[in-house]
């Protein structure tokens, strides 16, 4: 089955730096890749996704990027705030069409 | 956010009590699914219905029954449950359980088993 691995699992930056939480992914059939945003004690929330027909994607701060050679992808958030502060979650679907999540990284943004 | 809700949003349960969580989706979707959060793990998928019919059982044990009467609903039976399966366990729903449908997540139910 697909395994994803994520990293750093903690990260904490200044307010204004740019952020790059990663994430590799075993199943090469593998084609759709969601970021999703959890804020403490509220849901996931998709952020911003990516299909693999693309290598990157933007939309305001947050950019997503994908080797499907290398089998891994990117979360970047530049000029951060403290709004962002939130624990991340990376998903790779599987040949089952269902996701596999990766073990999240919390991000601390400092003010 | 209304268009994913889940009840009750915390239960504390006993080992021998026999609860049930619901989740509902206002989307108009085919596909729901249950995951489990538990703490320093990852999101963990439980059931996935397509269209009210159960296409996935990720090796989860009997104590947890899933049911889905119609594409709206989602139920999560739980009888004797143990300690460790305290976790949040979240609903979430997709158009279809396709390829690359977007998943949007209910606010969870935080469950306490004693």
């Known amino acids: 089955g697909e395994n994803v691995e994520q990293h750093p699992s903690t990260l904490s930056v200044q307010e204004g730096d740019s952020a790059v939480i990663k994430c590799t992914y075993s199943?090469?059939?593998?084609?759709?890749f969601p970021w999703y945003k959890q804020e403490l004690g509220k849901r996931p929330q998709l952020i911003i996704d990516i299909r693999s027909n693309v290598g990157e994607k933007k939309d305001q701060r947050i950019a997503v990027t994908l080797n499907k050679t290398a089998k891994h992808f990117s979360l970047h958030i530049t000029e951060t705030q403290p709004e962002d502060s939130a624990v991340y979650f990376c998903a790779a679907n599987n040949a089952g069409n269902m996701l596999t999540f990766g073990g999240g990284t919390r991000l601390m943004v400092k003010p | 956010e209304t268009g994913v809700t889940q009840t009750p949003r915390h239960l504390v349960m006993g080992m021998t009590n026999k609860k049930s969580l619901k989740c509902e989706q206002h989307?108009?979707?085919?596909?729901m699914y249950w995951y489990k959060q538990s703490a320093k793990k990852p999101l963990e998928l439980m059931f996935v219905?397509?269209?009210?019919?159960?296409?996935e059982n990720n090796s989860v044990p009997s104590r947890f029954s899933p049911e889905c009467p119609n594409s709206s609903h989602l139920f999560l039976h739980l009888h004797t449950l143990q300690p460790e399966d305290s976790a949040l366990y979240l609903c979430?729903?997709?158009?279809?359980?396709?390829?690359?449908?977007?998943?949007?997540f209910g606010p969870g139910t935080r469950l306490t088993v004693l």
């Open positions: 989307l108009g979707h085919n596909a």
């Open positions: 219905y397509n269209f009210k019919e159960q296409t």
């Open positions: 199943d090469s059939a593998s084609n759709y």
């Open positions: 979430a729903s997709s158009q279809d359980q396709g390829f690359t449908d977007t998943q949007y």
